[in-house]
């Protein structure tokens, strides 16, 4: 392989840019361990010829994706959680009447017919909450946000009522 010569390629496509100044950018954070302020961002941004009206839309739409991403995060999070706690169910459900069907007979009979059928269910329940994509996952995410949305809703107006009151 030979070293890099700057003049080998006479132009790069848009995501190339993009790719090698977060790469070059990422690399100079590191070694100065450092985070950027929003005058030295907005002065890369005159260096690039960016108008700050551009870039304080670009900022604005960083801010919608950066949020949204968090809400997923927290989404994936809760929906972990809530899986932890049926696997949980499951395994003191099904512990409970193996000990229960061992102590009456002396061995395991019906009761492993119920550990198979919870254990279908407990199957299809990975199916329904592991993937991350599509549409089922979708309309999961919008719903939980909804509730989410409310329940902030109601929380700010209620402290905002208790406030009130204590005036």
């Given at each position: 392989?030979?070293?890099?010569?700057?003049?080998?390629?006479?132009?790069?496509?848009q995501?190339?840019?993009?790719?090698?100044?977060?790469?070059?950018?990422?690399?100079?954070?590191?070694?100065?361990?450092?985070?950027?302020?929003?005058?030295?961002?907005?002065?890369?941004a005159?260096?690039l010829?960016?108008?700050?009206?551009n870039?304080?839309?670009?900022?604005?739409?960083?801010?919608?994706?950066?949020?949204?991403?968090?809400?997923?995060?927290?989404?994936?999070?809760?929906?972990?959680?809530?899986?932890?706690?049926?696997?949980?169910?499951?395994?003191i459900?099904?512990?409970?009447?193996?000990?229960?069907d061992?102590?009456?007979?002396?061995t395991v009979?019906?009761?492993?017919?119920?550990?198979?059928f919870?254990?279908?269910?407990?199957?299809?329940?990975?199916?329904?909450?592991?993937?991350?994509?599509?549409?089922?996952?979708?309309?999961?995410?919008?719903?939980?946000n909804?509730?989410?949305?409310?329940?902030?809703?109601i929380?700010?107006?209620?402290?905002?009522?208790?406030?009130a009151i204590?005036?």
């Amino acid at each position: 392989m030979t070293a890099f010569e700057p003049n080998s390629l006479s132009s790069y496509s848009q995501e190339d840019v993009q790719r090698i100044l977060q790469l070059a950018i990422a690399r100079q954070a590191d070694e100065q361990d450092k985070e950027f302020s929003y005058e030295q961002l907005l002065e890369i941004a005159t260096e690039l010829q960016i108008s700050p009206d551009n870039l304080k839309l670009a900022e604005i739409d960083w801010r919608s994706q950066h949020n949204e991403l968090r809400q997923r995060q927290a989404f994936n999070a809760y929906r972990m959680t809530k899986f932890k706690k049926r696997v949980g169910n499951y395994a003191i459900v099904n512990g409970f009447l193996l000990l229960i069907d061992f102590v009456g007979g002396g061995t395991v009979t019906w009761s492993l017919y119920f550990l198979l059928f919870c254990g279908l269910v407990l199957g299809l329940d990975v199916w329904n909450t592991f993937p991350t994509k599509g549409e089922d996952y979708e309309k999961a995410f919008q719903r939980w946000n909804r509730k989410h949305q409310i329940k902030q809703t109601i929380n700010s107006f209620v402290s905002k009522w208790f406030k009130a009151i204590q005036i």
